[in-house]
Every structure is written in C-alpha cells, then in structure tokens.
C-alpha cells in the first residue's frame, strides 16, 4: 500500500496583513490524495483563483507520479482574526494511506492536531489561526505600591506585532518618566529585567472555608463606647459607621466579649430609628462607657474565580490588590502542628530512667492547599490558547467576605510570569536609566550658604549637589541640605558658604526631574490582545 509520508504545512500564526506559503506533501510514488481548506465561515479555498469562496473546491483524487507534491495557499488580509481547517485525505480507495500516526496533546489532554503527525485514518487535519495585530505599551509606572511612591508622568513607545507570533527583529525603545515640579527625583541603580511587570484584571466567585479557618484574623479598625449599655444589642459609638468602613457581618470584641462570635448585623446608615454612630449585633451584652471596641474582617483564604472569568495564568507569587490585605500573594496554604520529641542518649551501663535526655519540637503537616487549584472541568481553548480556566486560588492572607463576586488586579513580575499571564514572551536586554540634567539660575548674588535660585524643582535634601561659576569643586561641590520640595523660585541650602553672582546658572548634579529609560526588546511570542508591559521606576529611582 503506498504511503504518504509527510505533510509539510508552516501551521504558525498568519499575519493579519495576509501571506502565502508554500507546502509540499511527501510520498510514494503514485499515491493519492485529497485536499481542501476552509475557513473560519466555512468558504473554500480555490487553488486555481486563490481566492476564497462558498463554492466547495478541493484537489480530488490527484495523483503524485513522482513521490513529492508542491503548491502554495494565499491568505487574504483580515479585519478580524480567522482560522483555516486543512484536511489531506489518503483515499483507500486508491490504495493509499498516512504514515503512523504519533499523537501530540494540550495540557488539558485535548489533541494538538498541529504538532501530531500521520493519521490512523484516512483523514489528516491542521489548523491555522489568523489573528489581527496587537500593540505592546512599554511605560515606565510605579509597580504595586501606587501613591506610597509617587505620581509620575509617563511618556510610552508602542510596538505592533501579531497576536501571539514570533518576530525576530530586536526593537529598540525610548521612554521618559517626569516627576511633579515639586518633586526630585535619582537613580539608585539601573533597571533590571526583574522589574518589569504587567496587570490583568480578574473576578472573585465565592469563598471556600478551610475547616478549621479563623475567619475574623485582622483588624478592620476600632472606636469607644458613648455611653453604658445592659442586656442591650444596639451600642452606640464614639466614631461613625462609615468612618469605621464598617459592614454588616463585621465581629465586634468588646469588655469580656473576645471570642469574634458577636457579629454586627445592622448599621445606623441602613436602619430606621438608629444614626450612623450606632450598629447591632446579634446577641445581648452589657458595657461601660469608653470601652473599647475592636472590629474585625470576616475573610478567607481560599477564594473559586468567577464563571465569568478565569485562572489562567495565575500563579504562586503574583500579587493581588484587593480585599483586606492589598498586594498580597497567592500562596499555598499549609497548617502544621507542632509536638515534643524527648530524645536520650543511650549507655550501656546506665539505665534508661538515669540517662540526660534533649527536648526537640517536631513540626507535622496537616492541611495542604495549592495556590491554584485548576477545576476539572477542561479549560476552554480560544484561537489555540487557554481563554478560560476555572479554579480556586489562595493567598497569603484573608481576603475580605466583600470581595465576593468582584474584580481584582493580578501583578506578574519577571519574563515566566508576564508569559503565563499575558502569553507575551518578550525578552528585554540593555535596559539603561538617565537623568536628564536640570539647570536653574541664582535669582541674587550670595556669599553664603543660602542658594537662591529661579526654580527648587528635580532637588532632593541630602542628594542633589549643585555646580556653578564661582563653586570650587575641586574636593567636591556643595549638597544640598534643605529647601527642597518647591516648584519655582526658592532658596536652597547648602552645605558650604559660596559665593555666586545674580543670574548665574546652577546645575543640579545626582538629581532631576526626567529620567529616560532605553533597551531593546525581542518577542518570541506577542500577547493574544493589548498588553502593557511596565518598568517599576520605584525599584530603580528614588523620589522625594
């Protein structure tokens, strides 16, 4: 029986801007096949046209006298992304047949029809999917920690690729990042590949108790009480409901009331006859005035994704904001216990009772909870990658009873994790951070150690060094130790007297207001839609 041997068809991503690609099938003398290709609305390929269209078209029964095949398929451009189904037949009609076939699966166990090759059937099929371009934002932010560091103003460099192609080509980038006027900023080192990061936004379902789990671990805030109060269950308290961000369900620890089992179930705000400086709770309790009150988070570690969202991607070590903790992790969860080992050292000639003996603590496992924990049920596939996953994560720390059914941002860190979350594999060489040098000019003359000058901004107390005619550097230009925070005229001061002419201009040395961050970048694989790729300017400058 003659065989076809190979089917040689470049199944990668097609541009949205359209390609043809050549293919050629391998075989034995004489043998036959069928081919045709449809795509995503089910039109024919027509190889004598090149075009597509609803009439069905396929290469019949053709013959290959000479043992290789050769043609090529034009794809046209697209608006919005495609997918082509091509199926080679080796009729056995015509006494011909695939070579074995050797199977290829997903990560799910569904079949990868493009990296499998042969058939056990006359049948053998590929897919190749077409996707519109995507844009990549480089921009410098300030990473998880938000406003703790500071606002920048961010200027980006955009690059466009295909969804989830590989591109060879090294693309070089500019961006700039510009503190408040304000504000100064330095480079304490260069920036790293590590501190580039990107965030997607996913949806909490419900939340799923560990047996066992404390539920009320942090504290949410805490007040007095305005007055006494006995066998009663509304308390009135010396700070307001809302200040507190207080909720019902919220435990109350309050006098001899300490094991979190006194719940608030109304709030002032919500119910009538009551104001916004009172909550109920669910049991009768007596209290002195000015006790304090503890209020604490019900919250859970363990947390399904939404049905409208998904968990892949996720994983140990990606930072979460949202709920009690922001910018947690998810972590795994594991409970140990601990017990007294007593170990003797044994002598022959002693008796056991008589022998010194050590007292260790042995630590057992007990309950065992991954970070992500994916559901059986098989993940959905969208254009060849994984759309959606449902499962359970879990943190470091509770998250808030709150959070159920809303959305939260996950932060991934690093080259793997970008890739796992975003399917943007890029590779970043020769990042490099610069200041831009400011200048400003003395607004008088001095000969002393009060410097001022037309505008205080880019200077940070103890950092910035200034340099001026009239400044002897020769064993190092005077620092700066106060005065700075001023977007305009000021007066600076330095470490030594100088003495300056009016109108001279001042450069400042170490400090700044612009940072510029260069590097190159190359993408073994761009995301499946618009990704920002962001440089943590908090890692690698300091803002004062």
């Known amino acids: ?59 019949d029964n053709y013959v290959i006298t000479n043992g290789l095949y050769k043609s090529a398929v034009t794809f046209p451009a697209v608006t919005d992304s495609d997918h082509y189904d091509i199926r080679l037949w080796a009729p056995n009609i ?95 080192r260069q920036p790293h590949v590590d501190d580039i990061y990107t965030i997607t936004q996913r949806q909490y379902g419900t939340a799923v108790e560990i047996p066992g789990e404390d539920l009320y671990s942090f504290i949410k805030n805490t007040s007095v009480t305005s007055g ?39 709030l002032g705000t919500d119910t009538g006859g009551m104001t916004d400086y009172q909550i109920r709770v669910n049991s009768s309790i007596t209290w002195a005035n000015d006790a304090t009150v503890t209020f604490y988070y019900k919250g859970y570690y363990r947390w399904n994704i939404h049905a409208d969202s998904s968990l892949h991607g996720l994983s140990t070590g990606v930072t979460i904001n949202g709920g009690v903790k922001p910018y947690t992790k998810l972590s795994n969860y594991t409970e140990t216990s601990e017990r007294e080992l007593e170990i003797y050292y044994k002598n022959p000639s002693e008796k056991l009772s008589a022998l010194p003996k ?16 994916k559901s059986t049920i098989k993940p959905t596939y969208t254009s060849g990658v994984i759309s959606k996953q449902l499962g359970i994560v879990t943190h470091l720390e ?28 890029a590779i970043f060489t020769n990042l490099k951070a610069e200041l831009t040098e400011v200048t400003t000019n003395t607004s008088s003359a001095i000969s002393n150690a009060n410097l001022a000058v037309d505008d205080g901004s880019g200077v940070i107390n103890n950092i910035t060094r200034v340099k001026a005619i009239g400044i002897d ?31 001279q201009i001042v450069t400042l040395l170490g400090t700044g207001s612009v940072v510029t961050i260069t590097g190159d970048v190359e993408f073994k694989r761009f995301p499946v839609e618009n990704t920002s790729l962001r440089l943590d300017v908090s890692k690698f400058l300091l803002m004062n």
């Open 94 to 188: 015509y006494d011909t047949k695939h070579s074995d076939y050797v199977e290829v699966r997903n990560e799910d166990d569904s079949i990868n029809l493009n990296a499998s090759s042969g058939s056990n059937s006359n049948l053998l099929a590929k897919k190749i999917f077409q996707y519109i371009n995507v844009e990549v934002e480089i921009i410098p932010s300030v990473g998880f920690i938000g406003t703790d560091w500071g606002a920048i103003t961010s200027v980006a460099q955009t690059i466009t690729g295909n969804a989830l192609s590989t591109n060879s080509k090294k693309y070089s980038f500019t961006t700039t990042a510009t503190v408040a006027g304000d504000k100064g900023v330095t480079i304490i």
């Open 398 to 425: 509770q998250q808030t009873v709150a959070m159920a059914n809303q959305t939260f941002k996950a932060y991934a860190y690093g080259r793997d994790k970008i890739n796992d979350l975003t399917y943007c594999n």
């Open 1 to 59: 029986m003659k065989k076809i041997h190979k089917f040689n068809f470049n199944t990668e991503n097609i541009s949205q801007n359209g390609e043809t690609r050549e293919f050629s099938i391998i075989s034995d003398k004489f043998a036959v096949f069928s081919l045709e290709i449809l795509n995503e609305d089910g039109d024919y390929y027509n190889f004598k046209t090149k075009t597509f269209s609803s009439e069905k078209y396929r290469i």
């Open 228 to 266: 006494t109060g006995s066998s009663a269950t509304d308390i009135t308290l010396d700070d307001t409901c809302t200040t507190l961000r207080l909720v019902v369900g919220d435990a109350v620890v309050i006098g001899d009331y300490t094991d979190k089992t006194l719940l608030i179930t109304h």
């Open 473 to 503: 550097g020769t064993s190092g230009y005077p620092l700066i130790t106060a005065g700075a925070g001023t977007d305009g005229a000021t007066t600076l001061t330095m470490d030594s007297s100088q003495n300056i002419e009016d109108n």
């Open 358 to 373: 050590t007292t260790l603590s042995s630590f057992e496992k007990g309950l065992h909870y991954p970070a992500i924990e």
